[in-house]
C-alpha cells in the first residue's frame, strides 16, 4: 500500500465529515473531489488544486448559465462540453475538466441551478479540493535516501565500466566483459533524475538543485563513456601507452566517487600527454591506429573531466 493511497483515503475520510458538519447537500461528493485533489508532490498539487478550483468554478456558472437557458436535456450536456472544454483548454485550465464536469453533472442531475445550489457546490469544491490539498502539504515522504542509492549505483556502474576499459587496454586478447552495466546505467541515471524532480517538486525553499544537476551530470558523462568505448574497441595491438592510459582508469574509477572534483587524473592526463609528445612516431599502420584511437581516448577523457569539473564542487586548499 502506497503513501498516496493512505493520503487518498484520509482527505476522503476528512473531505466527507467537513461536508458533514458544515450541513451541505450531498456531501459525499466532497469525497470524490478529494479523491481528484490528491497529487504527488506538494507544488503540483497545490497548482492542480488551484487550476481545477478556478475551472470548476467557471465551470459551475457556465452550467448554471446553460441548463436555465436551455433547460435540462441530455443533449444539452453535450452543448456543456463543447463549449466548455475548448474554454478551459484556450485558457490552460484543462486538468481541471474532470472537477469541473462532476460540478456540472451534478447541477444536471438535481435539475438545480438556483444561489443555493450553486453556493453549496462551491463549498463542496473548497472542502473536497481544499482538504487534499493540506493532506498534499502536511507530508510527502523524503527522496533523499532513495537518491542517494540510486547515486551509488550509477557511481558502481561507472567505475566497473572504467576498470573493465583498464583490463581492456592492458590485455584486449584476454578480456572479456558482457556490457551489462552500460545497458544498466541510462535507466538508473533516468530513475535518478525522476527522483530529483519529484523532491523538488516537494519543497517550497529555494534549493541549489544538487541533485538534478549531479544525474543530468552522469547523463552526459554517460554519452561521453559511449564514445570512450568506441575508440577502446579499436585499440587491438599491445602499446605501452594503453598501459599508461589503463591506469587512469583505474584512478578514475574510484576518483568518480568523490563529491568533490579533485583534479588528480586530470594534471596525470596532462603529464602523460606531454611525455606522448616527446615519443617516437608509429613504425607501423597498426601502431598508428591503436595510437591515433588512444589519442582520441585521451581527448574524450579530457571531455569526460570537464564535465565533471564544471559541476562538481572544488574542494578548498587548506592553509
Do not use: C
Not at 184 to 205: C, D, H, M, Q, R
Request: hydrophobic share 45%.
Amino acid at each position: 500500500m502506497g503513501i498516496r493511497v493512505i493520503k487518498t483515503a484520509a482527505a476522503v475520510v476528512i473531505a466527507i465529515y467537513l461536508a458533514l458538519f458544515f450541513n451541505l447537500n450531498s456531501p459525499y461528493s466532497a469525497g470524490l473531489l478529494a479523491v481528484l485533489g490528491i497529487d504527488v508532490t506538494k507544488k503540483r498539487g497545490l497548482k492542480n488544486s488551484s487550476v481545477r478550483i478556478i475551472a470548476s468554478l467557471l465551470g459551475l456558472l457556465l452550467a448554471s448559465l446553460i441548463f436555465y437557458i436551455l433547460g435540462y436535456h441530455v443533449w444539452v450536456i453535450a452543448i456543456y462540453v463543447m463549449l466548455v472544454y475548448t474554454l478551459l483548454v484556450k485558457l490552460k485550465l484543462q486538468d481541471g475538466i474532470i472537477t469541473s464536469s462532476v460540478v456540472m453533472i451534478r447541477l444536471f442531475s438535481m435539475h438545480m441551478t438556483g444561489s443555493d445550489s450553486v453556493i453549496n457546490e462551491i463549498y463542496l469544491l473548497l472542502v473536497g479540493l481544499g482538504t487534499a490539498t493540506l493532506i498534499n502539504l502536511l507530508y510527502m515522504p523524503n527522496t533523499n535516501p532513495k537518491l542517494e542509492q540510486a547515486k551509488i549505483r550509477v557511481e558502481a556502474m561507472l567505475s566497473t565500466i572504467f576498470k573493465e576499459i583498464s583490463q581492456h587496454l592492458k590485455d584486449h586478447e584476454n578480456h572479456i566483459w558482457d556490457g551489462k552495466e552500460l545497458l544498466s546505467v541510462p535507466a538508473e541515471i533516468e530513475k535518478g533524475y525522476s527522483l530529483a524532480e519529484k523532491s523538488a517538486e516537494n519543497t517550497f525553499k529555494q534549493g541549489d538543485g544538487y541533485w538534478e544537476k549531479y544525474f543530468e551530470m552522469r547523463s552526459q558523462q554517460y554519452e561521453s563513456v559511449q564514445r570512450m568505448l568506441d575508440l577502446v574497441a579499436q585499440v587491438y595491438q599491445s602499446v605501452p601507452h594503453a598501459q599508461s592510459i589503463a591506469l587512469l582508469f583505474d584512478e578514475l574509477s574510484g576518483d568518480l566517487k568523490e563529491d568533490y572534483y579533485t583534479g588528480n587524473v586530470e594534471k596525470n592526463l596532462l603529464e602523460l600527454e606531454n611525455k606522448f609528445k616527446e615519443d617516437r612516431l608509429p613504425l607501423t599502420r597498426d601502431e598508428f591506429e591503436v595510437r591515433s584511437a588512444l589519442l582520441q581516448l585521451n581527448l574524450e577523457l579530457k571531455n569526460y573531466l570537464f564535465i565533471a569539473k564544471s559541476s562538481k564542487k572544488r574542494k578548498q586548499l587548506q592553509s
